[in-house]
């Protein structure tokens, strides 16, 4: 992995490169990671996976160990398959150096509150779930839930970001690291939520009808971004942006 902005460097630490922000007072620093082919599709055949390699996976789980929470959407969550975060015995290392726990929870947006709690993602998580959910899910649903995870409600009829963002602040959370899906990722630009966004351009063209990496209706306004830096590794450009 070499750097190419700010400044060049080879076998560069990736771990610097993407080190923690500063956040607004009371609430933790929000990372978005996406994928997205050279033409902009998120996905190939409804899944992420075909436009990564070996480099972005390197990334993706730098930015993973780097997260006091994961935050993913439920459709996502189910799409991709999601299992527990897994890191590397040198990111765990790292982790404990740092003063966190060997692997952050993975938290779920979730408005109706039914997921497979019997999936290893539950089951075999070693950092205990979190459900984001409103008080419109069914009672029972949340109860079942809670068995497996803890239940946070944000909300009425729906999940409140700026309100689940808050919860995971009261819970510790310094960093959030928000990996989509692209709906879910368009809410918080438009609640004002994202401090940075790293994207992982794939050297591929992709066609098709994926989605952007933000899917929402316009943000009112062109929100402006300051480039941090760029690494590239195997054709892939990793590219980090402040808000």
Same mark, same amino acid.
């Given at each position: 992995?070499?750097?190419?902005?700010?400044?060049? !460097?080879?076998?560069? &630490?990736?771990?610097?490169? @993407?080190?923690?922000?500063?956040? +607004?007072?009371?609430?933790?620093?929000?990372?978005?990671?996406?994928?997205?082919?050279?033409?902009?599709? /998120?996905?190939?055949?409804?899944?992420?996976?075909?436009?990564?390699?070996?480099?972005?996976?390197?990334?993706?789980?730098?930015?993973?160990?780097? +997260?006091?929470?994961?935050?993913?959407?439920?459709?996502?969550?189910?799409? !991709?398959? @999601?299992?527990?975060?897994?890191?590397?015995?040198? *990111?765990?290392?790292?982790?404990?150096?740092?003063?966190?726990?060997?692997?952050?929870?993975?938290?779920?947006? /979730?408005?109706?509150?039914?997921?497979?709690?019997?999936?290893?993602?539950?089951? &075999?998580?070693?950092?205990?779930?979190?459900?984001? /959910?409103? +008080?419109?899910?069914?009672?029972?649903?949340?109860?079942?839930?809670? !068995?497996?995870? &803890?239940?946070?409600?944000?909300?009425?009829?729906?999940?409140?970001?700026?309100?689940?963002?808050?919860?995971?602040?009261?819970?510790?959370?310094?960093?959030?690291?928000?990996?989509?899906?692209? /709906?879910?990722?368009?809410?918080?630009?438009?609640?004002?939520?994202?401090?940075?966004?790293? %994207?992982? *351009?794939?050297?591929?063209?992709?066609?098709?009808?994926?989605?952007?990496? %933000?899917?929402?209706?316009?943000?009112?306004?062109?929100?402006?971004?300051?480039?941090?830096?760029?690494? !590239?590794?195997?054709?892939?450009?990793? %590219?980090? @942006?402040?808000?």
């Amino acid at each position: 992995m070499r750097r190419l902005f700010p400044s060049a !460097e080879d076998d560069v &630490d990736l771990a610097g490169v @993407y080190g923690p922000g500063q956040a +607004a007072p009371g609430r933790p620093w929000v990372r978005l990671n996406m994928v997205a082919s050279v033409d902009g599709a /998120t996905a190939v055949d409804g899944l992420s996976g075909g436009l990564g390699g070996p480099a972005d996976h390197h990334v993706f789980a730098t930015l993973r160990s780097l +997260a006091d929470i994961i935050l993913v959407a439920a459709g996502t969550m189910r799409a !991709e398959g @999601y299992g527990p975060a897994r890191l590397t015995s040198a *990111l765990v290392e790292a982790r404990r150096r740092r003063g966190q726990p060997d692997v952050p929870p993975i938290a779920v947006v /979730t408005r109706g509150c039914r997921l497979d709690w019997g999936s290893p993602f539950f089951t &075999d998580a070693a950092a205990r779930p979190i459900i984001l /959910t409103a +008080a419109a899910a069914a009672a029972e649903d949340r109860e079942r839930a809670a !068995e497996v995870a &803890d239940v946070v409600l944000a909300g009425t009829d729906g999940v409140d970001l700026g309100r689940a963002i808050a919860a995971l602040a009261d819970r510790g959370a310094r960093s959030v690291l928000v990996e989509g899906g692209p /709906t879910l990722n368009g809410q918080f630009a438009a609640a004002g939520l994202l401090d940075e966004v790293c %994207l992982t *351009l794939s050297p591929r063209l992709a066609g098709g009808s994926a989605l952007r990496i %933000l899917a929402s209706a316009q943000l009112g306004s062109v929100s402006p971004l300051s480039l941090a830096s760029v690494c !590239e590794d195997d054709g892939f450009l990793f %590219l980090r @942006y402040l808000v």
